[in-house]
């Protein structure tokens, strides 16, 4: 009598877990497919913009295969999991499951597996760090200054050395950088302050801008567009603002940019690195006093 009961009771709970396991899928689908475009594509992207430089694309790998690791080893775990749970469950006969205190084979495995895991994220992570910060022959230098609450842009318009042309923001102004498509470029990042922070989300790269410090990278945009920029450190008390806009365009709008620059006044031997700016505090309210750096 228990042993029918046992059986009937699994095929009981068989049956409601196929249909649960139906319910939820569709639900998933159902919700999947009323999402908006925007939404899905940052699923199939795992919440990751669209690579907008030749260097992000490497980035974007390594996050998405590095998902696919963590959800492959998720599977295993839960597989592990439910299997012990089912195959050393109380059977209808009351008796207690084998109670083993250890199992040296499998725990031999859960320590050397995850140490192959960090092995490989490793080395994968050095690959794709060497890949993004390679030095190579760029065709541009941009000298970028972090100050306090905005940035500055200097242009160089002889290689790495001689004269710029330059925009700069303020507390009222966000800057906008310009970019020329199938260019790589090389930006010098500079603070006369505190430590900032620059990056573009569309580029998938950011860096620390250290005062005292010239870090550097490079990238190579791939596609025209509209961007956006920002200081991804806590600055200070108006880190908000430390916002830049990025327009990517074409090498001969580029070169006619970087003419109606040197045409409005913005030109200097030098790049602006010493902060003329960064106790400028336009547009915030505040009085001349409690503004600027230290």
């Known amino acids: 009598m228990g042993h029918q009961l046992h059986r ?3 095929v009981v709970l068989q049956r409601y877990g196929r249909r649960a396991g139906l319910v939820a ?3 998933g689908l159902v919700l999947l497919a009323g999402c908006s475009a925007e939404t899905q594509h940052e699923w199939r ?3 990751m913009p669209d690579p907008a430089t030749e260097q992000a694309h490497y980035i974007f790998e390594l996050w998405r ?3 696919v690791a963590a959800l492959a080893t998720g599977v295993v775990v839960w597989g592990l999991i439910f299997w012990v749970i089912w195959h050393y469950r109380r059977r209808h006969d009351d008796e207690v499951p084998v109670q083993t205190r250890y199992n040296l084979p499998l725990e031999i495995f859960y320590t050397v597996a995850p140490i192959v895991m960090v092995i490989v994220f490793f080395y994968h992570t050095v690959e794709t760090q060497n890949a993004v910060l390679e030095d190579t022959d760029q065709e541009r230098t941009i000298e970028v200054v972090g100050q306090q609450w905005s940035w500055t842009f200097n242009h160089r318009l002889e290689g790495d050395e001689g004269p ?3 925009t700069s923001g303020a507390g009222g102004n966000v800057p906008t950088l310009v970019l020329p498509v199938g260019e790589t470029i090389q930006f010098n990042l500079h603070s006369p302050d505190v430590i ?9 790269m950011k860096m620390d801008v250290v005062p005292g410090r010239v870090n550097h990278y490079e990238v190579t945009p791939e596609v025209e567009g509209s961007f956006r920029g920002k200081c991804y450190e806590l600055c200070g008390t108006y880190h908000s603002r430390m916002l830049f806009n990025v327009e990517v365009v074409s090498p001969e709008q580029y070169e006619s940019y970087l003419q109606q620059l040197e045409a409005e006044g913005n030109y200097a031997e030098e790049p602006l690195l010493g902060g003329e700016y960064s106790t ?4 915030l309210g505040e009085d001349d006093d409690e503004g600027g750096s230290e």
Request: proline share 4%; aromatic share 18%.
């Open 45 to 47: 992207n795992l919440a």
């Open 280 to 283: 400028e505090q336009e547009g």
């Open 196 to 204: 900032h922070d620059f990056g573009v989300p569309a580029f998938l």
């Open 8 to 10: 009937r009771t699994s």
């Open 65 to 67: 295969w590095s998902w």
């Open 164 to 166: 710029v042309v330059y």
């Open 25 to 27: 899928t569709s639900l």
